[in-house]
């Protein structure tokens, strides 16, 4: 019973947003930032990066139920350091469920069944996400002067920015960004899981966890 996104993301907290707008898919990795071919630009490391959604259960009958997360370790996408943007994105097929360390780290104790695991990750890449019909998740973005990131975030076809604090560490050899994030599904135009007509489902606001990582290229 996991949902929705994981969504949204990149880079972090709590932020405001726009009305939704229709938004266009883009490959894995595409590179929107316009930068001038004398700004450096740095790739990601999908290996050292990650983006972790946590998803937890609702409804009169949420006992019975477990709580989920689902990430992405399959990030693409470059960052240009000196415009202070970014395009990034990840594939919803490539995402993992309740990974053990993870369920830890979000203080999930129970580790639900293959069979549970694998449900899952049906009724998310189904009913949930339409992950055969969109399935990247893209994010751009931009650097403001305050240090804030705006971010377009495209997902199940709706594009948001969020205004987002942020904490960016850059270097001669790589960019770091990391944080947390609260996100809705229906905010993306997203029916969150449920059966029984409510009475065990998902909720809306999903917590989200990130640490991206880009690297300059060897010469």
Not at 147 to 170: C, E, K, Q, W, Y
Not at 183 to 202: A, E, M, N, R
């Amino acid at each position: 019973m996991a949902a929705g996104i994981a969504s949204a993301v990149l880079l972090a907290a709590c932020g405001q947003l726009a009305p939704p707008a229709p938004g266009p898919a883009a490959e894995p990795g595409a590179y929107r930032a316009g930068a001038a071919p004398s700004v450096a630009t740095y790739a990601v490391d999908p290996q050292a990066s990650l983006i972790a959604v946590t998803v937890r259960r609702a409804g009169p009958l949420a006992r019975l139920g477990h709580d989920h997360v689902v990430a992405s370790h399959t990030l693409a996408g470059q960052v240009a350091a000196g415009s202070g943007s970014a395009d990034l994105s990840f594939r919803l097929d490539q995402m993992s469920v309740d990974e053990p360390q993870l369920l830890r780290d979000a203080g999930i104790e129970k580790q639900p069944s293959v069979q549970a695991v694998e449900g899952t990750r049906t009724n998310m890449l189904g009913a949930v996400l339409d992950a055969q019909r969109y399935p990247l998740v893209t994010l751009h973005a931009e650097r403001q002067a305050d240090g804030t990131l705006n971010v377009a975030i495209t997902l199940h076809g709706v594009t948001r920015s969020l205004a987002l604090p942020a904490t960016v560490r850059i270097d001669a050899a790589q960019v770091s960004a990391s944080g947390t994030a609260r996100l809705k599904q229906t905010d993306f135009g997203i029916t969150p899981f449920s059966v029984g007509g409510g009475l065990l489902s998902v909720q809306d606001e999903l917590e989200v966890r990130y640490h991206i990582v880009a690297r300059r290229p060897l010469p």
